[in-house]
Structure formats: C-alpha cells, structure tokens
C-alpha cells in the first residue's frame, strides 16, 4: 500500500476531504503539522509528499524530499520560483498576461507594497516590492489549476479583494478561455502540479497580479481533483 504524506492539518476543509478519498482507494495518508519541523527521518515509507504550505520549513522539506528522490506536489524548485513575485510576474508576462508594473523605477507612485517572496505568513515578510495598483473594482478573479497526470482542469472563482478587508465566500465564476490557458501554460512552464493565479479587471483588460504555488482551494469543490492528481504521484515513482 503506497503511503502519502501531507502538509497540512488533518481537518483541513478541502485537503482532508481529498485525504479522505485517497484512503477511500487503498492508499495510507500520514498529515504533518505545517508548524513543526519535518526532518529526512520522517519521510521513510512516504511513496509522496503533498505540500500545502508556504513557509521556510515547508520549503526545506521539499528540498529534502527531491535529495531522497520523492514525488512531490508541487517541488521545490517550481514552488520556489512560483513563489518569488517578480519572477513569476515575468513568466506570466512572457506567456502574453497583462501585468502590473513593479519596482520604484516602474510604478508611478500608485502602487502597493508587496513582499518579494509569498508566504503563508505575511506578517513574517518584508514588503519591499512597490506593484503598480491596476484594478478598477474591488473583486479578484482566482484561477486554479490542477493538473491530475492525464489533463489539467481549470476552476474560478470570484471573491473580494483582501485589499478592501473584507472578504465573503468566493463564489463560482465563469472560466475565460484565454486566461485558462495562460495559467496551464504557466503551470507547464514549471513543471508543477498545481497553482492558482490571481487576475483582476481594469476597463482595458485582465492584469495577472499574483501567483501561488500552494493555493488553499478554500471555497472551491476541487478535493476529487486533488485526489486525482496527489494519488498520480505514487503512479510516477512506481
């Protein structure tokens, strides 16, 4: 019987539930708390590893699991350049994304300060990154993508924007074929597993203003996807 470890709480809303569907077709499921450290002895028996976290112990556990040769959901390296704002604003650049200007030399004063690398921990981030402000409403058009190892699937979301402190439940939103495509490239481009970007609306066009190579899935009905694409790892080290 393979054995897959997660990082996350065990009664996480979505990822317990995917948890739950991969015990449901014979695979062991071992949780990790994001919060403690994970060190080479905890990941003998893991057939994988899912991470669910941004956080310096979750990257290192990532890196430990690619010296030991464990699949992971997503690596270490996609997840580290996935993280890095700047980086992963050129990329979606570069696939043809609008994207907000960044830097002081760039932005002309209406901007907001970002940190350079995303975490799950804000408060634990310099923000240093001055990202020209672009949007024209207060609502944010999330994408995830989740790639299973035979197709990626695409969901949106529509939810408020964090910057007007105060978010309700995402809701379900229509998927535009352009930026679906912009996102599984972006996934491609990176060899990852799964990602969520964040795009907003201006009266010109769609802006690309955040990635995140550890999306929550909060709100979403995506757990079987999850499942999907968490269980195709074992597949890949058999």
């Known amino acids: 019987m393979d054995t897959i470890g997660i ?94 200007s960044t830097g002081p030399s760039e932005t002309d004063g209406d901007a907001v300060e970002r940190a350079r690398f995303r975490w799950d921990q804000p408060t634990a981030a310099r923000a240093d990154v001055p990202v020209e402000r672009v949007r024209t409403e207060p609502v944010t058009y999330r994408y995830y993508a989740v790639d299973d190892g035979v197709e990626t699937h695409v969901h949106a979301m529509v939810l408020r924007s964090e910057l007007d402190g105060y978010r309700p439940a995402a809701e379900e939103a229509d998927v535009d074929v352009e930026l679906a495509t912009r996102v599984r490239e972006l996934l491609d481009r990176f060899g990852a597993r799964t990602v969520a970007v964040d795009f907003v609306a201006t009266r010109e066009a769609f802006f690309a203003v955040d990635v995140d190579p550890a999306p929550d899935f909060f709100g979403t009905d995506l757990d079987r996807r999850i499942a999907d694409s968490i269980a195709s790892l074992a597949t890949i080290g058999a």
Do not use: I, K
Not at 21 to 36: D, I, K, N, T, Y
Not at 61 to 83: H, I, K, Q
């Open 7 to 100: 990082v996350c709480e065990a009664d996480h809303p979505v990822f317990g539930r995917a948890a739950e569907r991969l015990a449901a077709r014979g695979f062991g499921v071992e949780f990790f708390s994001p919060g403690e450290p994970l060190g080479p002895d905890a990941l003998d028996g893991l057939d994988a590893l899912a991470n669910t976290v941004l956080s310096p112990r979750s990257f290192a556990v990532l890196r430990e699991a690619d010296r030991a040769g464990l699949e992971t959901w997503n690596g270490y390296a996609p997840t580290t350049m996935l993280s890095c704002r700047l980086l992963s604003l050129h990329a979606l650049d570069r696939l043809g994304c609008q994207v907000p």
